[in-house]
T-cell receptor, first 112, second 113 residues
Framework: NAGVTQTPKFRVLKTGQSMTLLCAQD?????MYWYRQDPGMGLRLIHY???????AKGEVPDGYNVSRLKKQNFLLGLESAAPSQTSVYFC???????????FGEGSRLTVL | QQQVKQSPQSLIVQKGGISIINCAYE??????FPWYQQFPGKGPALLIA?????SEKKEGRFTISFNKSAKQFSLHIMDSQPGDSATYFC????????????FGQGTILTVHP
């Protein structure tokens, strides 16, 4: 049972490049989330989804887009990467609210 | 704006000691307060959680104490072990917020053998 899987685990980008982070969960969870983790800031919510075909903005959505075309997948896109987006990104999923969030192992992104 | 404030940022204790991490929240709509544990290179994992209808919850060596009137809650780790060395996050959620957790800043706990 894989749980929540994130790809890629590491990526280095140049300013202005674009990329997509993929999150896949095999627990049939309705809710999915993208967080970013920065030192001293905890985890901050970027975007979330409450079901297939739905997305909504979190606390820090600027510069990111998301899509949830399939229930098990939640994609996070950066259209034009900036150094301020250097961070560790975590995807999570949840069966219900409020309830336990299951996190992936993270994707470390560096923007030069 | 940080709605959940966590302290201390880092904590060093000796093996067998008690580790205490504190959190304070502002939003009175929060009604679910979990603690997450994160080891290096891993994602956070749920450790223990409490709802405001009780003042304390204990699971093994881990205890959450909750003070609704003060809008504070804390994690106590009894008989701390080197394997408890990790980053701990408090969080809060409201029942109508689609499970969107608001996290504290995190506490790096180091337990010396």
């Amino acid at each position: 049972n894989a749980g929540v899987t994130q790809t890629p685990k590491f990526r280095v980008l140049k300013t202005g490049q674009s990329m997509t982070l993929l999150c896949a969960q095999d627990m049939n969870h309705e809710y999915m989330y993208w967080y970013r983790q920065d030192p001293g800031m905890g985890l901050r919510l970027i975007h979330y989804s409450v079901g297939e075909g739905t997305t909504a903005k979190g606390e820090v959505p600027d510069g990111y887009n998301v899509s949830r075309l399939k229930k098990q997948n939640f994609l996070l896109g950066l259209e034009s990467a900036a150094p301020s987006q250097t961070s560790v990104y975590f995807c999570a999923s949840s069966f219900r609210e409020p309830g336990e969030l299951f996190f992936g192992e993270g994707s470390r992104l560096t923007v030069l | 704006q940080q709605q959940v404030k966590q302290s201390p940022q880092s904590l060093i204790v000796q093996k067998g000691g008690i580790s205490i991490i504190n959190c304070a929240y502002e939003n009175t709509a929060f009604d679910y307060f979990p603690w997450y544990q994160q080891f290096p290179g891993k994602g956070p994992a749920l450790l223990i959680a409490i709802r405001p209808d009780v003042s304390e919850k204990k699971e093994g060596r881990f205890t959450i104490s909750f003070n609704k009137s003060a809008k504070q809650f804390s994690l106590h780790i009894m008989d701390s072990q080197p394997g408890d060395s990790a980053t701990y996050f408090c969080a809060a959620d409201g029942s109508t917020s689609y499970g969107k957790l608001t996290f504290g800043q995190g506490t790096i706990l180091t337990v010396h053998p």
